[in-house]
């Protein structure tokens, strides 16, 4: 959230849509001030960036807001996407009693940094075995995810 003076002075937020070309360059493609965020409303920002020449888009990573992924889909049929891990965690870690939060932590990064796609779905069924007793939502949530989650593991590093 940023403070903006207007007629009072307010925070609103300011959403970044943000671009990475195939060298790992950085780019702000698009911004807007205020507003509500929906799926309808990214879908009319989606379609202005393929307007203004972004055509061609391999991969979207997203927060997972209701609809925003097909919205993404409809402009952009052939690109794949991601969930956005690290605030999967963080949601995960808030549903965790505290004095287990480390551990739990430190097993899911075992999953979403293993080197490879193989690796990533064992230690997930390591992190399935150890903590679905203890926290069945939690772990049925990454079960639900964990394509959308590993995605970026399908492309070269």
């Known amino acids: 959230y940023v403070k903006l ?8 937020v300011i959403y970044v849509v943000l671009g990475v070309n195939e060298e790992g360059y950085r780019e702000i493609l698009d911004f807007f001030v205020g507003g509500q965020e929906s799926a309808y409303v990214w879908q009319e920002i989606l379609q202005h960036l393929y307007q203004r020449g972004v055509k061609e888009v391999l991969l979207g990573v997203f927060d997972g807001l209701p609809g925003l992924e097909e919205a993404f889909k409809a402009v952009y049929p052939k690109a794949d996407v991601q969930r956005y891990v690290v605030h999967k965690v963080r949601n ?4 965790v009693r505290k004095k287990d939060q480390f551990e ?14 193989e690796m990533a779905l064992q230690m997930f069924q390591q992190f399935e075995s150890k903590w679905s007793s203890k926290y069945p939502r939690e772990v049925q949530s990454w079960a639900n995810e964990l394509d959308v989650l590993l995605t970026f593991m399908d492309d070269p590093s």
Do not use: F, H
């Open 92 to 95: 995960t870690l808030s549903r």
């Open 5 to 12: 003076r207007r007629k009072t002075v307010e925070k609103e």
């Open 104 to 117: 739990v932590a430190e097993d899911l990064k075992l999953i979403y940094r293993a080197p490879n796609k």
